[in-house]
């Protein structure tokens, strides 16, 4: 059978917390997560919640070996727990990426490369990096149901920075396109979409892909918004001219400068152009989740995601160039 996990907490869970299986404080998760089988047996109930499967025979029992994979009690097909994961291949210990998870979620506002390197110990900076960004990567990895009713879109520039051998002239900032729920009395859900130019068709495709078809867009006057009404959407302008002083889609207006201060604190200033659609994708995570009950969930749904989504090569992770 699958390792028993004896989570030893000293006070009762959460009711969410109780169903998911996932800590809610510091003290917790270095309790649940106090060996390396324990935390095998955790990424087990994430890739199979309704029971094991063997793939080759279907059989739902498999043996925890000691070199820590697991084997099918029927047909002995053996299976690492991160085997066509994020984590596939990993040299880096179960327990050390939880580890970093929990720093990355535990954070309010998430952490740098160089904070996760000196919380975990790591010696080198690109190991610390490697994983900040495979983690981006699984937080934008779930297929997300587009923003519906009453959204707020508007586009705007975001300062960047340049790849070591980028062109000396090329602008400082990236555009960007900012869709936001209106909800009753608070923001509600938050796209963030790194556009390359702002030609109309670029513009419609993108709200196409965050956007339900039906739903009821309100942006300012740009030409480039006038074709949203032959896309099934009730087109709503709600600024036609310059409105000096005059916030006429507040919501993201909010999220923008919201954006800009999480660069500025804890990126400490602008990332790479090439590099700014993971770091939009970790902010939107966080952004849609802020009202979770603790951290522990953020933390549940970040693995999730990593467990759910495809190896992602070495390479392609490095395919454009580090930050220095």
Avoid at 71 to 79: A, I, M
Avoid at 130 to 154: I, N, W
Avoid at 161 to 170: L, T, V, W, Y
Wanted: glycine fraction near 8%; include cysteine.
């Amino acid at each position: 059978m699958l390792y028993a996990l004896d989570t030893g907490f000293r006070r009762p869970l959460s009711e969410r917390a109780m169903q998911e299986h996932y800590p809610n404080n510091r003290r917790e998760f270095d309790e649940m997560f106090a060996s390396e089988e324990a935390c095998i047996s955790y990424l087990g109930r994430l890739r199979w919640p309704e029971g094991f499967r063997c793939q080759k025979c279907a059989s739902s029992t498999a043996w925890l070996l000691k070199r820590r994979i697991w084997e099918c009690t029927e047909c002995g097909t053996q299976r690492s727990p991160t085997e066509g994961t994020l984590l596939h291949r990993t040299r880096l210990s179960i327990k050390t990426w939880l580890d970093g998870a929990w720093h990355l979620c535990e954070q309010k506002n998430g952490m740098s490369a160089l904070g996760l390197k000196r919380a975990l110990g790591f010696g080198s900076y690109h190991t610390a990096w490697d994983m900040l960004h495979r983690m981006r990567l699984a937080m934008a990895h779930r297929c997300r149901e587009p923003l519906s009713g009453t959204v707020e879109v508007d586009e705007a520039f975001i300062a960047v920075r340049h790849a070591p051998g980028g062109e000396a002239g090329s602008p400082d900032r990236a555009l960007i396109l900012i869709a936001t729920e209106i909800g009753r009395s608070t923001i509600g859900r938050t796209r963030l979409k790194a556009i390359p130019d702002q030609e109309s068709s670029t513009f419609l495709k993108t709200i196409a892909h965050v956007v339900k078809p039906g739903s009821t867009v309100v942006t300012d006057g740009l030409p480039t918004y006038a074709g949203l009404s032959s896309l099934n959407y009730t087109h709503v302008v709600a600024r036609s001219g310059s409105d000096v002083g005059k916030a006429l889609l507040p919501r993201t207006f909010r999220v923008h400068a919201l954006l800009k201060r999480w660069f500025l604190g804890t990126l400490q200033g602008p990332v790479s152009r090439d590099r700014l659609q993971p770091y939009l994708d970790e902010f939107v995570f966080r952004f849609n989740r802020r009202n979770s009950d603790n951290r522990g969930y953020l933390f549940n749904e970040l693995m999730k995601q990593a467990v759910a989504m495809e190896p992602v090569p070495k390479a392609a992770i490095q395919a454009t160039p580090q930050p220095r």
